[in-house]
T-cell receptor, first 114, second 113 residues
Framework: GAVVSQHPSRVICKSGTSVKIECRSLDFQATTMFWYRQFPKKSLMLMAT?????????EQGVEKDKFLINHASLTLSTLTVTSAHPEDSSFYICSARDPRNVLTFGAGSRLTVL | QKEVEQDPGPLSVPEGAIVSLNCTYSNSAFQYFMWYRQYSRKGPELLMYTYSSGNKEDGRFTAQVDKSSKYISLFIRDSQPSDSATYLC?????????????FGSGTRLSIRP
């Protein structure tokens, strides 16, 4: 079945530093990947759509310069949280549309900014 | 009005009960319907997906789609404590990558031993 790998699963960083999260489709190619943010006991909030070979599309209210997305290949998208602050602490989840046309999710990355 | 409405719960039922989870939607263009299960601090995992109307069964899980009523359901038979999780419905209008997948807010389900 379709597998999406996300790394790291947990990261703790100091305020002001940048953190990169990787999302890989392991057994299929994904021209489009999606990045979500989830607060405790809340639903998924779509942040941006990552497009291979072109700029990401950000949802309203999401800072492009804060959350840098790069989709350099058909199997890899990265989310970089720049100059992280405690309010950026959250659970970030990536997903990709697999050959069945359904979203397959990564296991998520928990970011804690001290 | 939200495109997809889902009761957030929490829903608590005894072990062995039949669970019914539901979503309503407003966009008649939706054709692909999915149910995801999410355990705490994990990414959602796909449980069921269906295209257009009808029923689909997989083990203890049955997904139903009624496009005329814009209503989808997930039934869980012989519920187990391991089924305790948040269940999210999702739907999409088309096959292309340009078609957004819209999620419900999720229903928190607890199965009491």
């Amino acid at each position: 079945g379709a597998v999406v790998s996300q790394h790291p699963s947990r990261v703790i960083c100091k305020s002001g530093t940048s953190v990169k999260i990787e999302c890989r489709s392991l057994d299929f190619q994904a021209t489009t990947m999606f990045w979500y943010r989830q607060f405790p006991k809340k639903s998924l909030m779509l942040m941006a759509t990552s497009n291979e070979g072109s700029k990401a599309t950000y949802e309203q209210g999401v800072e492009k310069d804060k959350f840098l997305i790069n989709h350099a290949s058909l199997t890899l998208s990265t989310l970089t949280v720049t100059s992280a602050h405690p309010e950026d602490s959250s659970f970030y989840i990536c997903s990709a549309r697999d050959p069945r046309n359904v979203l397959t999710f990564g296991a998520g990355s928990r970011l804690t900014v001290l | 009005q939200k495109e997809v409405e889902q009761d957030p719960g929490p829903l608590s039922v005894p072990e062995g009960a039949i669970v019914s989870l539901n979503c309503t939607y407003s966009n008649s263009a939706f054709q692909y319907f999915m149910w995801y299960r999410q355990y705490s601090r994990k990414g959602p995992e796909l449980l069921m997906y269906t295209y257009s109307s009808g029923n689909k069964e997989d083990g203890r899980f049955t997904a139903q789609v009624d496009k005329s009523s814009k209503y989808i359901s997930l039934f869980i038979r012989d519920s187990q404590p391991s089924d305790s999780a948040t269940y999210l419905c999702a739907m999409s209008g088309g096959y292309s990558s340009a078609s957004k997948i819209i999620f419900g807010s999720g229903t928190r389900l607890s199965i009491r031993p």
